[in-house]
């Protein structure tokens, strides 16, 4: 344990805080960290860091609490008080300049009392959380405004390969884990084991302590119920240490010929029911292989990479891995802001703390990727998620998107400051004129309300900037909806009939990419929810999207692209074994809602006195201004022939495979 605890018994005092072994983030002369682990203990006010494990560390505090007593009178620890330290010991990893502490659901009091100590050595920045998949820690520290300080996963293939790379650690000898930061638990890789192959005859007493540390770690559970070391394996693939234990016995006896011959015959043996078990695609260490590094990041997320789509954040699929909390501020009578709080962090908070009375929380998270595949070229890009909670224990969750042209986008092009002003406001007007048609169409949507910040931009003074505020929906995004979903008998029937009316809604409306014509459909606007059967009940068009942007082209023609959307949800049922049968009358469900989906708009728009044709009279109506593209859209409606519009899904070549 000396080894492992090098300056163990020269404690020192920092900022009030006795540290026990080497400073975090040191290093060796290899560069290897010194300090990969270390214990808090909040009560005594005592961090004990190093390599090994923390069992090993609550160990170093014990013998630390003993010798403290008087000279030559070691103080007596009772079996309580030895077993109290245990219990009350909070375990943190350094990684990259960061520390994590590794949060427990069901004691997050002392967690919280191990930041705050930790606060006297590092920034609060610096300090972060694990518990990312836990509800529980996500909802306490959402609960202090802190969801921002939960140590984000990955969001990009290189973070994924820095983070492994990151995670490597070494307990007390040469052989290398992969540490999960959450549990406290290590993998030991198949290519790790063979490098202790050629040991066995040039350092056999580092090959013994090798084996002898895998075997003696896979034994041992830690605190939170994981092993201190398992094997890198497929999922459900399981490894018999019998060959190991007799290789270890082997090492230790007396050198001969015969027990060479053994130790690797045995040590053969074991590697090979190892390599059986781990798989052809987990032999070879390499972040930078898909298959190693997805099954390698989701063991250090307790991922089961096989319902890797049923993981959550506690949010929707589209936002797995895509959320980076920002710092913001905790509430207590008043907003008490992060000193690292952004500008536009604060201003939204500020509004929601003005707009909303009783929140205790406000939490605020920018989405990292567009949520979608579309040509974007051009536009400005910010969402964010804001998270309010609410004095009765529930959440409020907001999407809040800036809007796409906005004045600095404008300015940077090159338009004077007053007009790119006039321009924005004249945009944002749109955006609700086009919001109001939807309505009168009886189309559901969401609710939007705005947000107005204004902004001082050096050298060009206050300027305005929106933003568009709607409530979070639960559900599956239709074109993300998870594979096994289709095999399910009636699943795919119920989500074409809710992806007729939805195509209906999105042709009517003329949905489409301003720079290609490309419609827009069942590209993640629409969400469903399923019902308790597990089956799509209900679909949500959660934006608009593009609307009025193509007003002239007939139905008839923008019907097809329709149509291939349709054609790969079947394809992926077809994929399931669902019946033929079923893939045909769900073509007819389809067909059938989105045809009665156009006549009920079709039937509002001529009835006596209808509130569509008188929209937007008051407008101007030069071509291209939203009198003109209404009108236009409505005389499209007016003219659909519904009968047509079913000849071409009867005919449709996309469909052929499947009626």
């Known amino acids: 344990m000396d080894d492992l605890f090098p300056d163990c018994s020269h404690p020192r005092l920092v900022n009030g805080v006795t540290i026990i072994g080497p400073d975090l983030f040191a290093r060796d002369p290899m560069g290897k960290p010194l300090s990969p682990i270390a214990s808090i203990f909040p009560h005594h006010r005592v961090m004990v860091t190093g390599r090994g494990i923390h069992g090993m560390q609550v160990q170093a505090m014990i013998d630390f609490l003993r010798r403290a007593g008087p000279p030559g009178e070691p103080r007596e620890l009772s079996s309580d008080e030895e077993e109290d330290i245990y219990r009350n010991a909070v375990s943190i990893l350094a990684r990259d300049g960061i520390i994590l502490i590794r949060s427990d659901p069901c004691a997050m009091e002392k967690v919280f009392a191990a930041d705050d100590l930790l606060q006297n050595l590092l920034p609060k920045e610096r300090i972060q959380f694990t518990g990312i998949q836990r509800a529980e820690v996500r909802r306490k520290l959402r609960r202090r405004g802190e969801s921002w300080r939960i140590s984000p996963a990955p969001h990009s293939t290189e973070d994924i390969q820095r983070f492994i790379e990151s995670s490597r650690v070494q307990v007390g000898t040469g052989a290398s884990f992969y540490y999960n930061a959450p549990t406290g638990g290590r993998y030991v890789t198949y290519q790790e084991l063979i490098k202790i192959r050629p040991l066995l005859f040039t350092d056999p007493i580092e090959a013994l302590a090798r084996l002898e540390e895998i075997y003696h770690l896979t034994r041992l559970t830690n605190e939170q119920g994981a092993r201190e070391l398992s094997f890198f394996l497929q999922t459900q693939s399981v490894l018999d240490t019998e060959d190991l234990g ?156 800036m809007i796409k042209w906005d004045v600095m986008h404008r300015v940077k092009r090159g338009t004077p400051l007053h007009q790119a002003i006039a321009e924005t406001i004249q945009y944002r007007d749109y955006i609700w004129d086009r919001l109001r048609a939807a309505d009168e169409l009886g189309i559901p949507k969401l609710s939007y309300t705005e947000i107005r910040l204004d902004e001082d931009v050096p050298t060009l003074g206050h300027i305005p900037v929106f933003f568009f505020s709607r409530p979070y929906v639960s ?185």
């Open 475 to 659: 559900g599956i995004v239709t074109d993300k909806i998870p594979l096994g979903s289709y095999a399910q008998p009636g699943f795919v029937m119920r989500l074409s009939g809710l992806l007729g009316a939805a195509a209906a809604a999105s042709l009517v409306l003329g949905r489409a990419c301003p720079r290609s014509g490309h419609v827009f459909f069942d590209d993640g606007d629409e969400v469903i929810q399923l019902g308790a059967d597990g089956l799509p009940e209900r679909l949500i068009i959660a934006d608009i999207t593009g609307s009025f942007t193509d007003w002239s082209t007939p139905l008839a023609q923008l019907l097809p692209h329709c149509l291939w959307h349709l054609a790969v949800h079947l394809d992926k049922a077809k994929q399931s074994d669902i019946p033929n049968a079923e893939l045909k009358a769900s073509v007819a469900v389809f067909a059938g809602n989105l045809a009665n989906e156009v006549m009920r708009m079709q039937r509002i728009l001529t009835q006596p006195g209808s509130p569509l044709c008188s929209l937007f009279a008051d407008r101007t109506s030069e071509p291209g201004g939203v009198r003109h593209r209404w009108q236009s859209i409505l005389h499209r409606l007016n003219e659909t022939n519904i009968e047509q519009l079913l000849g071409i899904i009867a005919q449709s070549d996309h469909l052929k495979a499947f009626v």
């Open 246 to 401: 007799r290789l270890i016995h082997v090492l230790k006896s007396p050198p001969s010929e015969q027990n060479a011959a053994e130790a690797r015959y045995l040590f053969d043996r074991f590697s090979s029911a190892f390599a059986r078990a781990a798989g052809s695609e987990l032999l070879i260490d390499s972040p930078k292989d898909a298959a190693w590094r997805t099954t390698m990041f989701c063991r250090l997320y307790d991922i089961n990479e096989n319902e890797i789509e049923e993981w959550s954040l506690g949010l929707s699929p589209e936002f797995r891995l895509n959320v980076r909390w920002l710092p913001g501020a905790r509430i207590s009578g008043k907003l008490l802001f992060e000193p690292n709080a952004g500008h536009r962090v604060r201003a939204l908070m500020h509004h929601y703390w003005q707009v909303q009375p009783g929140i205790v929380s406000i939490n605020v998270g920018r989405v990292e990727k567009s949520q979608t595949d579309r040509d974007r070229s051009g536009e400005q890009r910010e969402v964010y998620l804001v998270v309010l909670g609410l004095a009765d224990g529930s959440e409020d969750i907001r999407i809040v998107r």
